[in-house]
């Protein structure tokens, strides 16, 4: 069966080692040629009771060409135990006793094929799964066209590794190697380059590529040898990519990666303060693996005092970046105000999860674009950036650094939960390749006259910091005298600078790039969304035959903004959430007619939904 | 160097009166004695009136905002050790806004000076009750007097895990400036206290001490390697006294008693400079207060250590730069 892409949802209790399963499913099409988009969706707990359905954990990828999300619906399960098939097959409902499955929740299509261990369908896994008979398949009403492979899949794992002398527990963990195996069998993978694939992953713990290894050829083998007449899938290449030496990379990989670059590209140390938060702790894991870059991290002892060592070393002269989500950037909100009045280059990165408090942790959603834009006391603007794929989130990242740096201030830079644990295909750029950083400096004529409210033609103040000899100065949160630099209270004065500080923002509309249509740039029908939506929305644009304009800049917005609106008649802002870009755009645009769909659900769009909604 | 070249074109705004004038010329006194030149000497503050000192010298100074200086000031320091970094806080601003920072900053141990100046009032906010503010106290925000407990920074210090501790007189210059010094000489994080009195809503608050007729009396100015005498005559000292139960307690006594101690601030263990730091405290006349440096001990700072590990990693890493991190990912053609 030959076919565009295909979705692969892999699904277990929480230690059956899903997350990494997938993630190497992925690559290996990766490798093969195929573009990617992934999705890990685990639970908030990091343990939860096994085989319950509270532990169940995901991994969601789509794979071929045209891939623009990790899909809606899976063409292939992978099912580890009952509660994970019960999960896939009931959704969000699958908590609701008695539910069925139905088209719209069921996390696999109609005709998907469905390979589950009947291992762990016994009497004592229905019921941890809250199982009412002892048929899992006829109670969960999953129908005919969907095609079972069961497979005793507990039982061949410990087969194949019978002669191996290693412990029942290390015997259970490898039954994902199987799982890969006939996946590899189904998707006409060489078996051998899934092997030399494990042999990679597995360098560092070279007692375990044996036993993974004969696992998955099994599980291989097995799928060859399947009385059944199961019809094996080859998923197209990619014609869709510039040529170039790829790599799949999570969001919160790239965005840290991005700060690198950057830092590199101007000669800066890179300074990261921050606080442990789900789900931007993998950007501080990242840079603190990279002493080797010479990465500075402080663990800081809350967020306000990550913010604010940033704010020292920024003061200090480097660039400095916090990494944090939602609660976080509420509590660093004063601070940021700090870094706007101070006139400090400052990267803030704050990863989306579903709010409002602690909310959904390990969820995604759209809901701080207001905050970043708004949330501070004053008139406190900041320049916004959003990325909008897991391998943009790299370039983002470094156009957050070069903003910063160039126009002294503090930028806010959101990803969100869908971009930081999901992965896409990233192209590896040479640093030579990258845009020139230029950060702010001082003129030698100021030499003994500097002070920090001297500004340059674009109005963006000169930047001399400790160690430079005759530019000492002092600066200060407080409000200061537009020449002298000094605190100042004078009411014409204050006026100035709040008008500064605007205008200093404004002019980095200036350098952006202008805002591109995707799409059929001749419909009447412009779609309109930002950040991580960016897949779904092109995908139901192509489907709908419609426009798609997308933001990644929010702040200032792309200086042809109003122009590219005004040629549309019919203006569809989606978002996750209840409108928040929709009325950023009314208050910068007047008059300006706009519908939305919104979805608060906390999780990605659906582009299945997106095309309905828009067709209704 | 010369105290003068500490001070900044800005007309000093302190209230006429104030201890923080003395303070204000004790650190530039001290800069001047330590020399680092002003370029590369740093002052951090948060809000409050001691938060005011970094535009009246002239070196690189930042007046930030309520409570953080102690975080900005680590920021500063540990990406650039090799500047002197001095934090001035105060009572409200270290102890109440900013606590957290303010016990990290010592538990890690940054190499920073910071200058707590107590005067047990919020005087930028025009007088509310304090964390150091005695149990009691009546200002505008306990018209009938707190019911809390203050803290006595000394024992914060301490419990914190601090490494220095010094604690000064803002009318007693010569003391304040040799902690200052002390105080920078210290690699670690290094606590001055400034006792300084606050002439509009707390006046007088460290009258007993800071009378002249009375500091003889009520308090001891500490130094290592010196027997720890005081008194108007000299005629008195300290003991520790083993009879009065399991726990040793420190007593006055007569100068030339062979018992009297001589101060070690470099003990590693803190027991003996707490209970120097808690003598004499609120209404307590049998003993004197300490003045002086009071603990002062060498631990591996913060910052010395993150960047020699950065340093470490550098050196063993074949990948040292963006490209040859990226050469060393999994990856192919397409």
């Not at chain 1, 292939?76 to 719209?104: R, T």
């Not at chain 1, 100021?446 to 160690?467: C, F, I, K, M, S």
């Not at chain 1, 100065?473 to 100042?488: A, C, M, P, Q, Y």
Request: with cysteine; hydrophobic share 40%; aromatic share 6%.
């Amino acid at each position: 069966m030959q076919k565009q892409h295909v979705v692969v949802r892999f699904c277990g209790d929480s230690g059956d080692g899903m997350q990494l399963t997938g993630t190497m499913f992925s690559s290996l099409s990766a490798i093969l040629g195929n573009e990617i988009s992934t999705l890990p969706d685990f639970p908030a707990e990091i343990r939860a009771p096994q085989g319950t359905l509270g532990g169940v954990s995901g991994f969601q990828v789509q794979l071929g060409t045209g891939v623009y999300t990790p899909g809606d619906q899976a063409d292939v399960i992978v099912a580890m135990n009952a509660a994970a098939l019960k999960v896939c097959a009931l959704g969000s409902k699958f908590n609701q006793k008695g539910a069925q499955w139905e088209e719209k929740e069921s996390m696999f299509k109609r005709d998907a094929v469905i390979i589950v261990d009947t291992d762990s369908l016994s009497a004592k896994d229905l019921e941890k799964a809250l199982y009412q008979t002892d048929n899992p398949f006829t109670e969960l009403g999953i129908p005919e066209s969907v095609q079972i492979i069961p497979v005793a899949l507990t039982q061949l794992t410990k087969e194949a590794l019978k002669d191996m002398g290693l412990d029942n527990k290390s015997v259970l963990k490898s039954r994902n190697m199987f799982a890969l195996g006939l996946v590899c069998w189904l998707f006409n993978r060489p078996v051998d380059k899934a092997v030399s694939f494990l042999e990679g992953k597995f360098q560092k713990k070279p007692q375990l590529i044996a036993p993974n290894v004969k696992v998955l050829t099994d599980g291989f083998n097995y799928g060859q040898n399947l009385a059944m007449n199961i019809q094996t899938m080859n998923v197209e290449k990619s014609n869709e990519l510039p040529k170039g030496t790829y790599t799949s990379i999570a969001g919160n990989k790239a965005t840290a990666w991005g700060l690198i670059a950057a830092a590199e590209k101007c000669g800066k140390r890179l300074f990261l303060g921050s606080y442990p938060i789900t789900p931007a702790t993998d950007i501080m894991h990242e840079l603190a693996a990279r002493k080797d870059m010479g990465v500075m991290v402080v663990q800081a002892e809350d967020e306000i005092a990550g913010v604010c060592t940033a704010i020292g070393a920024a003061f200090a002269g480097d660039l400095a970046a916090t990494s944090t989500s939602g609660p976080g950037l509420s509590l660093k909100g004063e601070a940021i105000g700090l870094a706007v009045m101070a006139e400090l280059p400052l990267v803030v990165i704050d990863v989306q999860r579903g709010g409002p408090s602690t909310g959904l942790p390990t969820k995604t959603e759209q809901t701080d674009l207001m905050q970043a834009i708004y949330g501070r006391n004053g008139e406190c603007p900041a320049v916004v950036l959003a990325a909008s794929s897991s391998a943009n989130c790299f370039d983002y990242a470094y156009e957050a650094a070069k903003i910063a740096l160039e126009n002294m201030t503090p930028v806010v830079l959101l990803t969100d939960t869908y971009l930081a644990n999901g992965t896409g295909l990233w192209r590896i750029p040479q640093l030579s390749e990258l845009p020139e950083i230029k950060p702010q400096g001082v003129l030698e004529e100021h030499t003994g006259q500097y002070n920090p409210a001297l500004r340059d033609e674009r109005g963006v103040r000169y930047w001399a910091y400790p160690g430079m000899e005759g530019y000492e100065h002092r600066n200060i949160g407080l409000e200061r005298d537009t020449k002298l630099g000094t605190i100042s209270t004078n009411p014409e004065n204050h006026q100035q600078m709040v008008l500064a500080r605007q205008a200093k923002i404004d002019q980095v509309a200036n350098r952006i790039p202008l805002l591109q249509v995707q799409g059929n740039a001749n419909s009447d029908t412009l779609l309109i969304g930002w950040g991580s939506t960016e897949g779904h929305l092109h995908a139901a644009a192509n489907e709908l035959g419609c426009a798609l304009a997308h933001f990644n800049y929010i702040n200032p917005l792309p200086k042809n903004t109003e122009e590219v609106l005004s040629k549309y008649k019919r203006l569809i802002v989606c978002e996750l959430n209840s409108g928040q870009f929709a009325g950023y755009l009314r208050s910068k645009i007047e008059g300006l007619h706009i519908e939305q769909y919104n979805e608060m659900t906390a999780q990605p769009f659906a582009v299945d939904r997106i095309v309905k909604a828009v067709n209704n | 160097m010369e105290a003068s070249q500490f001070k900044s074109n800005q007309y000093v705004k302190f209230c006429p009166g104030c201890g923080d004038h003395a303070i204000c010329m004790a650190l530039q006194k001290a800069m001047a004695q330590v020399s680092v030149p002003t370029h590369q000497t740093v002052v951090i503050s948060g809000i409050g009136c001691s938060s005011r000192m970094p535009h009246y010298l002239n070196t690189y100074g930042f007046n930030t905002i309520h409570g953080r200086g102690g975080a900005i000031a680590t920021g500063v320091k540990t990406s650039h050790p090799e500047l002197s970094v001095w934090q001035m806080t105060g009572d409200g601003d270290c102890l109440a806004i900013g606590g957290n920072h303010f016990i990290h900053e010592l538990r890690r141990n940054v190499d920073l000076n910071i200058c707590l100046f107590n005067n047990r009032i919020y005087g930028l906010t025009k007088g509310q009750y304090s964390p150091t503010s005695p149990k009691g106290f009546v200002s505008k925000s306990s018209p009938f007097g707190t019911v809390e407990r203050p803290f006595i920074p000394a024992e914060l210090v301490f419990g914190a895990r601090g490494t220095f501790f010094a604690r000064t007189l803002d009318v007693d210059m010569p003391t304040t400036v040799d902690c200052m010094v002390q105080g920078h000489q210290h690699k670690g994080a290094s606590v001055i206290e400034c006792l300084v009195n606050c002439v509009i809503f707390n006046n007088g608050t460290h009258n007993w001490i800071a009378d002249r007729e009375m500091r003889a009396e009520r308090s001891i100015v500490l130094k290592h390697g010196e027997k720890m005498i005081f008194g108007k005559e000299k005629d008195k000292g300290l003991a520790l006294d083993y009879s009065q139960g399991v726990i040793p307690q420190l007593i006055v006594v007569s100068a030339d008693d062979e018992r009297v101690l001589t101060h070690d601030a470099t003990t590693p263990d803190p027991t003996l400079h707490r209970m120097l730091a808690m003598m004499g405290q609120e209404n307590d006349t049998t003993q004197p207060i300490a003045l002086g440096v009071i603990r002062n001990v060498e631990e591996e700072a913060y910052d010395t250590a993150v960047n020699q590990q950065i340093n470490e990693v550098r050196e063993k890493s074949k990948a040292k730069t963006f490209d040859q991190l990226t050469a060393s990912l999994e990856q192919w053609e397409i």
